[in-house]
């Protein structure tokens, strides 16, 4: 009977284990993105800025009233997918924002590229309209 009792405590443990596993193992590298959206030299707040990787999950952010961001890669994950990505900027749906976006950040179509690396990045973006 103890054996019986043994085994199974030895199965619950080993099957915690990987339930306890699968929450997050499959990430990929992620780094770390923060700094600051400008648009001809002002702040630009509440708009969406976006990393798209060239394979991969896009990460977000909304900038706050002085224009920061920090970029999420899920719920709870901060982050986006290390190596290279379309940087895209445009405004919630629904919502005009405060400047137009000029159309070289807007979509899949914008020419702002960037290579995230491991670790910490502080990335800011002095967008102008000309």
């Not at 596993?21 to 700094?35: A, M, N």
């Amino acid at each position: 009977m103890q054996s019986t009792t043994l085994s199974f405590l030895t199965v619950s443990i080993a099957l915690l284990s990987l339930i306890g596993g699968c929450g997050r193992g499959d990430l990929p590298p992620l780094g770390t993105v923060s700094g600051t959206v400008t648009l001809d030299g002002e702040p630009l707040p509440g708009v969406i800025i976006s990393f798209k990787p060239d394979e991969g999950r896009v990460a977000a952010a909304t900038t706050d009233e002085k224009g920061n961001y920090t970029l999420s890669y899920t719920y709870g994950v901060k982050g986006t997918k290390v190596g290279p990505s379309t940087v895209m900027f445009e405004w919630p749906l629904g919502e005009a924002g405060s400047q137009k976006i000029p159309a070289k950040y807007v979509g899949l179509k914008s020419e702002l590229k960037v290579d995230v690396g491991e670790g910490g990045n502080k990335l800011d973006f002095p967008l102008t309209s000309k």
